[in-house]
């Protein structure tokens, strides 16, 4: 996966963020919108909570540290 920021020059459109991913060879390319980008961000943020918590016997048990 590949993320890249486009600003085009002219200032026709907002400003994107062009992201590249490659799955079986198939590389498919997808403009993303700031909200997009946000939303990602936020999906991204909690599944890495949710490894970390899977990950860590003592989060699972329910003791703080």
Do not use: N, W
Not at 25 to 36: E, N, R, S, Y
């Amino acid at each position: 996966m590949s993320v890249q920021l486009l600003v085009d020059r002219f200032a026709r459109r907002d400003l994107a963020v062009k992201l590249d991913a490659t799955r079986y060879g198939a590389t498919q390319t997808v403009l993303l919108t700031a909200a997009q980008v946000d939303r990602l961000i936020e999906e991204l943020t909690h599944a890495r909570q949710a490894m970390r918590a899977a990950a860590d016997p003592c989060e699972q048990a329910g003791e703080t540290r």
